[in-house]
């Protein structure tokens, strides 16, 4: 859809504000953010906490909606991208079900997205291999450390090959290490 060849960018912002309204009265979370993302570019968001990094990645997500200014994801409102699962998200925290293994927790996307059981079973294999997680599969998340959690969030978001990976502080659990490996696989 969204490639070097079309020239469209991958995500679109123009002016994007977002404010919440708060019984203190409005809380300007994001204003006038402009920001051309075009498919292969890395970009990383370095600023203070409470600067509107997470918010910005929630708006593009979905997870939030901007009060002004125009949005879109893949040529799409940001809502439609996420029906057609355009992108995957690691959040700051890992976010498994407690109730699913953890090759239950990764190959969650990929039964909703209808992959066969067999290319299910062969990219869960394939992610928890990418992170250093073989023979984890069949633990809960509550038999794992918090930085094999987080690592077992992102083999999630990397199970289903999304044109737009999404992280927010994915490697702040992690040791360093595995923080470096883990760098290098993304940028590959």
């Not at 204003?31 to 570019?41: E, Y």
């Not at 992959?115 to 291999?129: M, P, W």
Request: proline share 5%; aromatic share 8%; hydrophobic share 40%.
């Amino acid at each position: 859809m969204s490639d070097a060849t079309t020239g469209r960018p991958v995500i679109d912002a123009r002016k994007v504000g977002l404010t919440f309204q708060t019984a203190d009265g409005p809380v300007h979370a994001l204003k006038d953010v402009n920001l051309q993302v075009m498919k292969g570019d890395f970009v990383s968001f370095i600023g203070p906490s409470g600067c509107g990094k997470t918010t910005f990645l929630r708006a593009i997500a979905a997870l939030e909606h901007p009060t002004e200014g125009e949005l879109t994801v893949n040529g799409m409102t940001p809502e439609e991208a996420r029906k057609r699962r355009a992108y995957g998200y690691v959040f700051q925290a890992a976010g498994l079900y407690p109730w699913r293994t953890i090759a239950g927790n990764i190959r969650l996307p990929l039964e909703i997205m209808g992959f066969s059981r067999a290319e299910q079973e062969r990219r869960v294999k394939d992610v928890l291999q990418l992170v250093d997680l073989e023979g984890f599969g069949k633990k809960y998340p509550w038999q794992l450390s918090g930085g094999m959690q987080q690592r077992a969030s992102i083999a999630r978001a990397l199970a289903f090959d999304a044109d737009i990976l999404l992280m927010d502080e994915p490697f702040g659990a992690l040791d360093e290490i595995v923080r470096d490996r883990l760098n290098e696989a993304l940028l590959k």
